[in-house]
């Protein structure tokens, strides 16, 4: 027979076990926000360059205006975060995991304003005939968007040696990012009269280099999140 | 369009199939058909989120306990050790208490650094209380109580047969988890009753000591001016700072706390919190815990013992944001207990 102690003890064991499982649905919840964030930023990235490619204004004033969308999404995850720990008081891997999330949305916040950035130049440049032809800058585009993808992976299955692999291809992105610059320095030399659009392509390679930047950051939190050290310039072990 | 339409879902959703999360997630307005292009490439990604899903349950099936476990890690924190640099004040080496054939705690090995907070937390009966009063020889009034092992008090060993255990708790003074005001003395009375015991007389020291230990314990201000009335008039949270001024009266080196603000309320919480605080500039402050924000918020170091083992003592910054067992992980984070 069950004692009433017994009793007691079981019922607010199962409503403890109850609330753990809320909590954790919630941060399952915040960790699918930050995803479809993500998802929202490299995209935006990725349609950015397609724009400038294309000379597409159009597609450059919407994904401009979409902007808005990826910074409501990153105070909505904020707030939930700010919420769960008001409440919840969560400690070790738990707090972790928000101070991560909280961290990486605000990275993918700004890539998104590089995006932005990219698409406001498609906007400026408008039919200008380019430069020159794109070839290192699109590169420098997909191994970014690689990057974040990679890292949202990593993310996921919380490994740290993986984000150690990712933070190295941004070694790449600055590469091409400096054989841009030569030559887009070169042209402006040579002919004067393409410094303005010459310059407006630089800011592109020159936000696409941060975007990588802000990679490396999120790949930090990674590392943060799985062995609880900040380290700052990680590197695969 | 329909057709278009969908593969941007997917695009921006590779969660989408296997989780069933997220076109809700992403605003309509990215949706539109400029962003429909190279977008299938991105499509027919397996869901990190889903994966997630299985490390959690994964993780929650790995406490256990382990043989590295059983050895608990010391070295605290790289980062803010609060240990750095400060002489250990109190140490026990493998101490044991059994009570008959019950074990309390076994073998545990923990430096205690002058003028620190340490906490001890963990789930009912896993022998913090039973620790902490091995620590001022409290189980010598329990008949079947048996300690082993050493509790060094500035290197010497409370338990040698020349110590008088009445000098020990002088110098280890202890607050119990309810407020314990001798009843039929007065507020005054209470705080000098261990310095009368021990023969001190002189009415102008006991006035001293009796203003000194009530403002140590922040209480003189709320009582200078009824001193001569009964402690057990006062509230739940002035007779655990009355407590704790009898205790601090006889000038003690370590103060024991056991679950000192269990039964206050949190204004009263806040008021010992405080003091404690205050307190570790002067004394070195042990105390036993249930509310683990409080360990956190007031305590250097943790210690977390389980089914009467320590598992794991360390700085408490680290042992709260990453500590290195499972099972203290699972303790604090509310997974059990």
Same mark, same amino acid.
Request: neutral net charge; charged residues 25%.
């Given at each position: 027979?069950?004692?009433?102690?017994?009793?007691?003890?079981?019922?607010?064991?199962?409503?403890?076990?109850?609330?753990?499982?809320?909590?954790?649905?919630?941060?399952?919840?915040?960790?699918?926000?930050?995803?479809?964030?993500?998802?929202?930023?490299?995209?935006?990235?990725?349609?950015?360059?397609?724009?400038?490619?294309?000379?597409?204004?159009?597609?450059?004033?919407?994904?401009?205006?979409?902007?808005?969308?990826?910074?409501?999404?990153?105070?909505?995850?904020?707030?939930?975060?700010?919420?769960?720990?008001?409440?919840?008081?969560?400690?070790?891997?738990?707090?972790?995991? !928000?101070?991560?999330? !909280?961290?990486?949305?605000?990275?993918?916040?700004?890539?998104?304003?590089?995006?932005?950035?990219?698409?406001?130049?498609?906007?400026?440049?408008?039919?200008?005939?380019?430069?020159?032809?794109?070839?290192?800058?699109?590169?420098?585009?997909?191994?970014?968007?690689?990057?974040?993808?990679?890292?949202?992976?990593?993310?996921?299955?919380?490994?740290?040696?993986?984000?150690?692999?990712?933070?190295?291809?941004?070694?790449?992105?600055?590469?091409?990012?400096?054989?841009?610059?030569?030559?887009?320095?070169?042209?402006?030399?040579?002919?004067?009269?393409?410094?303005?659009?010459?310059?407006?392509?630089?800011?592109?390679?020159?936000?696409?280099?941060?975007?990588?930047?802000?990679?490396?950051?999120?790949?930090?939190?990674?590392?943060?999140?799985?062995?609880?050290?900040?380290?700052?310039?990680?590197?695969?072990? | 369009?329909?057709?278009?339409?969908?593969?941007?879902?997917?695009?921006?959703?590779?969660?989408?199939?296997?989780?069933?999360?997220?076109?809700?997630?992403?605003?309509?307005?990215?949706?539109?058909?400029?962003?429909?292009?190279?977008?299938?490439?991105?499509?027919? #990604?397996?869901?990190?989120? *889903? =994966?997630?899903?299985?490390?959690?349950? *994964?993780? *929650?099936?790995?406490?256990?306990?382990?043989? =590295?476990? #059983?050895?608990?890690?010391?070295?605290?924190?790289? %980062?803010?050790?609060?240990?750095?640099?400060?002489? =250990?004040?109190?140490?026990?080496?493998?101490?044991?208490?059994?009570?008959?054939?019950?074990?309390?705690?076994?073998?545990?090995?923990?430096?205690?650094?002058?003028?620190?907070? $340490?906490?001890?937390?963990?789930?009912?009966?896993?022998?913090?209380?039973?620790?902490?009063?091995?620590?001022?020889?409290?189980?010598?009034?329990?008949?079947?109580?048996?300690?082993?092992?050493?509790?060094?008090?500035?290197?010497?060993?409370?338990?040698?047969?020349?110590?008088?255990?009445?000098?020990?708790?002088?110098?280890?003074?202890?607050?119990?988890?309810?407020?314990?005001?001798?009843?039929?003395?007065?507020?005054?009375?209470?705080?000098?009753?261990? $310095?009368?015991?021990?023969?001190?007389?002189?009415?102008?020291?006991?006035?001293?000591?009796?203003?000194?230990?009530?403002?140590?314990?922040?209480?003189?201000?709320?009582?200078?001016?009824? $001193?001569?009335?009964?402690? %057990?008039?006062?509230?739940?949270?002035?007779?655990?700072?009355?407590?704790?001024?009898?205790? $601090?009266?006889?000038?003690?080196?370590?103060?024991?706390?056991?679950?000192?603000?269990?039964?206050?309320?949190?204004?009263?919480?806040?008021?010992?919190?405080?003091?404690?605080?205050?307190?570790?500039?002067?004394?070195?402050?042990?105390?036993?815990?249930?509310?683990?924000?409080?360990?956190?918020?007031?305590?250097?170091?943790?210690?977390?013992?389980?089914?009467?083992?320590?598992?794991?003592?360390?700085?408490?910054?680290?042992?709260?944001?990453?500590?290195? #067992?499972?099972?203290?992980?699972?303790?604090?984070?509310?997974?059990?207990?």
């Amino acid at each position: 027979m069950t004692t009433p102690q017994t009793q007691t003890d079981h019922t607010s064991r199962q409503e403890s076990n109850t609330m753990r499982e809320a909590f954790k649905n919630h941060l399952v919840t915040i960790e699918k926000d930050m995803m479809a964030m993500a998802d929202m930023v490299t995209l935006a990235i990725n349609k950015s360059i397609i724009a400038l490619k294309e000379q597409d204004v159009a597609t450059a004033k919407i994904i401009r205006n979409d902007d808005q969308f990826i910074n409501d999404k990153r105070w909505e995850i904020e707030e939930k975060c700010i919420s769960l720990i008001a409440t919840q008081q969560p400690v070790a891997t738990d707090l972790r995991e !928000l101070i991560a999330v !909280l961290s990486i949305i605000t990275d993918l916040e700004r890539m998104g304003d590089y995006a932005e950035g990219i698409a406001k130049i498609v906007i400026k440049l408008g039919d200008t005939p380019l430069v020159k032809p794109l070839i290192d800058i699109p590169r420098m585009e997909e191994i970014a968007v690689e990057m974040t993808r990679a890292s949202m992976k990593a993310y996921s299955v919380r490994d740290d040696q993986a984000a150690r692999r990712i933070n190295k291809q941004d070694d790449q992105v600055d590469e091409l990012y400096h054989q841009v610059q030569r030559e887009l320095i070169s042209i402006m030399l040579e002919k004067p009269s393409t410094i303005t659009a010459s310059t407006k392509l630089l800011w592109v390679a020159h936000n696409l280099e941060r975007i990588a930047d802000r990679v490396t950051n999120i790949c930090e939190r990674i590392v943060f999140l799985v062995t609880g050290e900040m380290i700052e310039n990680i590197r695969e072990e | 369009m329909i057709q278009m339409l969908n593969r941007v879902s997917r695009f921006f959703n590779p969660l989408q199939s296997t989780t069933g999360a997220g076109q809700a997630d992403i605003p309509q307005a990215f949706m539109h058909p400029g962003y429909s292009e190279n977008m299938h490439a991105a499509s027919g #990604q397996k869901s990190p989120v *889903s =994966s997630r899903e299985q490390s959690l349950t *994964s993780s *929650s099936q790995k406490t256990r306990v382990t043989s =590295s476990e #059983q050895s608990p890690d010391s070295s605290g924190g790289k %980062s803010a050790d609060p240990s750095a640099g400060k002489k =250990s004040r109190m140490e026990t080496r493998d101490l044991t208490v059994t009570y008959g054939t019950t074990i309390g705690v076994k073998e545990v090995s923990i430096p205690i650094y002058d003028k620190e907070v $340490l906490a001890l937390i963990g789930p009912s009966g896993c022998g913090k209380t039973t620790y902490l009063r091995a620590l001022n020889r409290m189980h010598d009034l329990t008949r079947i109580a048996k300690v082993t092992g050493q509790v060094l008090l500035d290197g010497k060993d409370i338990y040698h047969k020349d110590v008088n255990p009445v000098n020990i708790r002088r110098r280890i003074g202890m607050v119990f988890q309810k407020p314990t005001p001798f009843p039929t003395m007065s507020i005054y009375d209470n705080v000098i009753a261990g $310095l009368k015991l021990v023969g001190i007389r002189k009415k102008s020291l006991l006035d001293e000591v009796c203003e000194r230990a009530l403002t140590q314990a922040a209480l003189f201000d709320e009582v200078k001016d009824r $001193l001569k009335q009964p402690g %057990s008039e006062l509230s739940g949270g002035q007779q655990q700072r009355l407590s704790i001024a009898r205790a $601090l009266a006889v000038d003690p080196e370590v103060l024991l706390m056991d679950e000192p603000t269990s039964s206050l309320d949190p204004q009263s919480t806040n008021r010992i919190e405080e003091l404690i605080h205050t307190l570790k500039d002067h004394v070195t402050i042990v105390i036993v815990t249930h509310n683990m924000q409080q360990a956190a918020r007031i305590s250097d170091r943790t210690a977390f013992f389980y089914v009467g083992n320590l598992i794991e003592v360390g700085a408490t910054n680290d042992l709260f944001t990453k500590p290195k #067992q499972n099972q203290t992980e699972a303790y604090i984070s509310g997974r059990f207990g």
